[in-house]
């Protein structure tokens, strides 16, 4: 079996994301997605990894790690090779699956557990497509897609917000309240009226829900130290489950102070790939939990070693996804059989709004937890029409183009 084909699959409408499609000689196709930077890492696929991979078979899948990898020539940063690489990755497993017949959690080595516990970042249905939602409150405008505007109603109903979550099952959500104030200092300072403005959804939801609801605060990484930790110590009281990217992911030393100025986990980062750069980050105490990126840190093979780096410190990992449908997917496989996986990260404005426009099937989301997908591989694919699409651009590079 050999691979004879790479499509690279760019969506208008998704402008951020990139699909990858691994064709084989026996009529196999293993997907992949990444995103961000798609163009440039369409270039690399096609210029670096194809004159590679085409030809070879796919299931050498550790040897293609580190060949892309090398080629990368880039160890630390979500660098687009990277990211290219973590695409290609997913899609071999992918094949894997379809080969065997088996779902890819069983060839990691099967189930540890059958469902994992979900959290819902609370995110509207363009959050990261349409570039007005990246922030909050003075560019925000709802879209009117569906019940779902969830960034909208964090920052003016958080308390209906969770008790809407809560009727769904979902004890978990993540928001990122203090946003809206960092451009004003540059994230240099916070002041105690943005401070109380920042607190007051958290405020809201415990007043609603007591402590039914565990509280993510999502930072981005938009501020300095001081200002990062002013902020911790004003949410200390409601208990949030982790502080995420407080600053930068630049200065390891920064942020083990931040972590040791707090009793509330701190959670980083999916900013951060290959084992490499999470070495670094667990054995200088930086971080209580291991915010991972299937498709940015290096595919599900460096997730998975990422993950078991984690747990050689005792500490959880909790999957990234507010991205695209195929990293939820190769997320939950890796949840389902990895022992120290946490919580998995999901959008319900994106799982019921647009994931279901673009690929056959989803896991199954019940009570607030998420399941084990079931067929084999990664368990769905890109929707035929997807392919159809007036707006879609398909890059190919074949083993004939090679061979010219
Ligand atoms: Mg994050």
Known sequence: MKITRIDTIHIAEFPHILFVHLHTDQGIVGLGETTYGP???????????????????????????????????????????????????????????????????????????????????????????????????GSFQSSKEGPYEDLE???????????????????????WPFDQFAPKT??????????????????????????????????????????????????????????????????????????????IPTCASETVSTRFAFREMLERHATSIVMLDVAWAGGLSEARRIASLAETHHLPFAPHDCTGPVTLMASVHLCINAPNALIQETVRAFYYGWYPRLVTQLPRIENGYIYAPEGPGLGLALLPDVLKRSDVTIQTSTLESKRL
């Open 186 to 263: 540059n994230g240099q300072s916070i002041s105690l009226e943005d401070l109380d403005k920042g607190v007051e959804p958290f405020r809201k939801i415990r007043k609603a829900v007591g402590r039914r609801m565990e509280i993510a605060v999502e930072m981005h990484g938009l501020w300095n130290l001081p200002s990062a930790i002013r902020i911790a110590k004003a949410l200390e009281e409601i208990e949030p489950m982790w502080f995420e990217d407080p600053i930068r992911m630049d200065n390891l030393d920064a942020l083990s102070q931040f972590k040791a100025s707090t009793h």
């Open 39 to 137: 163009h440039t890492v369409a270039t690399f696929i096609h210029s670096q990894v194809a004159p590679y991979l085409l030809g070879k078979t796919p299931l050498h899948i550790e040897r293609h790690w580190n060949e892309i990898f090398a080629r990368g020539r880039t160890t630390l940063s979500r660098s687009a090779e990277i990211r290219g690489l973590s695409a290609i990755d997913i899609a071999l497993w992918d094949i894997f699956g379809q080969v065997t017949g088996l779902p890819i959690y069983q060839l990691l080595g099967g189930p540890y557990r059958e469902r994992i516990q979900i959290y819902n970042t609370c995110a509207g249905y363009r959050y990261g497509i349409s570039a007005t939602q990246q922030v909050a409150v």
């Open 153 to 175: 109603a964090f920052l003016y109903r958080a308390d209906e917000l969770a008790e809407s979550l809560l009727s769904q099952g979902i004890c978990a959500m993540k928001i």
